[in-house]
């Protein structure tokens, strides 16, 4: 399990090491939210086209091989701005990033269901997020460092290593797994499947969950810079975000394992806490950008291994890979939308509106469904009489 947990604090790192210092890539402040969208949404773009893909392939030849080249072309997207350092290429080289993640990020998720019995999966997916979320952690903090001390060139140089190593370390370390016989789909079944509440419900949250982790990690450097924080500082404010959802998940995991937790209470809360993370952003300097990270934190903590694992629960295992980059397909929507649509709102009127309109869709989805569960109670007889 080791250099699947590796892989995921792969994506994490790189997705977020370099996400949380691009805040300064121009100083005309309308033109920097733009190009800091547009960069963000980038990564994402490449993973939303191609997840799918490569979650089929990895159903069909196998979830190692498609790990393996996907951590091959990650390092080597990284390379290639070391090697061209101008801003065009730094364009191509996160949309490779991008790219070679929508490899190695699916087939690490179908691996992890495939390799653990299913009354582990709450904890298997909670020690993955933790681990992937100490990317997200060490990602604004070390990058931000690494970039004050070489650029960005430097920082894509550490991760064009770190893609190599973790490579070599899996195609030494993770054992093969046979693709599994199964029944042909059509396209109608597919449409079908992925239709179905049990897919729909936590892809959505998923979304939902990571929209708000993108939104915090690009977004709240630039409220802290507001409030005259520097660089490193900003990174580290960031960072208590993802250690939070650090903390969080293999406690949610656990806890879902153990019958203490269901997945529609958990993910229910964590949307809520997520909604008053982003609210809370709207407050100036420090006072806002500290409890945003970490209710943000909190709340994504809680819902990524609960709809993770109430995904691999309801998925047939010779369809884990397509089912995966499907939910992956839906997490990626929401980490390329968030951006854009706070930086939208953001050029059009200001930061904080653009906030606002995020914590206004994070927390729809629970009201709702609280709405409609007390409508449920409402009309039931009353049989005590």
């Not at 370099?18 to 939210?33: E, H, K, M, Q, R």
């Not at 990284?78 to 490779?96: F, H, K, M, N």
């Not at 929508?102 to 909670?126: K, M, Q, T």
């Not at 049990?198 to 915090?216: I, K, M, Q, R």
């Amino acid at each position: 399990m080791w250099p699947l947990y590796a892989a995921g604090f792969t994506t994490a790192f790189g997705a977020h090491g370099i996400a949380a210092n691009l805040g300064g890539f121009s100083d005309d402040a309308v033109t920097s939210l733009l190009v800091l969208g547009g960069l963000l949404a980038l990564y994402d773009g490449a993973e939303v086209l191609l997840k799918p893909v490569f979650g089929t392939l990895a159903d069909r030849i196998g979830a190692r091989p498609v790990l393996l080249g996907g951590l091959i072309a990650f390092a080597a997207a990284s390379a290639l701005y070391v090697l061209v350092d101008s801003p065009g290429w730094l364009w191509a080289a996160r949309l490779g990033q991008g790219a070679a993640a929508s490899a190695f990020s699916p087939s690490a998720s179908a691996l992890v269901a495939r390799l653990n019995p299913a009354a582990r999966h709450g904890r298997a997916y909670g020690s993955y997020g933790f681990y992937k979320s100490i990317g997200y952690t060490l990602g604004p903090l070390l990058g931000g460092v690494l970039v004050w001390a070489g650029g960005l060139r430097l920082l894509f140089a550490v991760l064009a290593v770190l893609g190599a190593a973790v490579a070599g370390w899996a195609a030494l370390a993770v054992p093969s797994v046979e693709p599994l016989p199964k029944a042909r789909q059509t396209l109608l079944d597919l449409v079908r499947r992925l239709a179905d509440p049990a897919f729909l419900a936590p892809t959505a949250a998923l979304a939902a969950a990571t929209a708000a982790l993108s939104v915090g990690v690009g977004f709240l450097p630039v409220s802290g810079r507001a409030a005259h924080l520097g660089t490193v500082a900003t990174g580290a404010a960031v960072s208590v975000l993802a250690a939070c959802a650090a903390v969080v998940q293999p406690k949610a995991g656990r806890a879902l394992d153990e019958g203490r937790l269901t997945t529609r209470t958990g993910i229910a809360a964590g949307l809520l806490i997520t909604a008053a993370g982003s609210a809370c952003a709207m407050l100036p300097g420090l006072a806002g950008v500290l409890p945003a990270a970490a209710l943000i934190g909190v709340g994504t903590g809680l819902i990524t291994p609960l709809g993770f694992a109430a995904l691999a629960a309801g998925t047939p295992p010779e369809r884990l890979g397509q089912t995966m980059g499907a939910a992956e397909l839906g997490r990626e929507l929401g980490d390329a939308g968030g951006p854009l649509l706070v930086a939208g709102i953001a050029t059009l009127a200001t930061l904080t509106y653009g906030y606002a309109a995020l914590a206004a869709l994070l927390a729809v989805g629970p009201v709702i469904a609280l709405l409609r569960r007390g409508a449920r109670t409402t009309d039931v007889p009353d049989t005590m009489t």
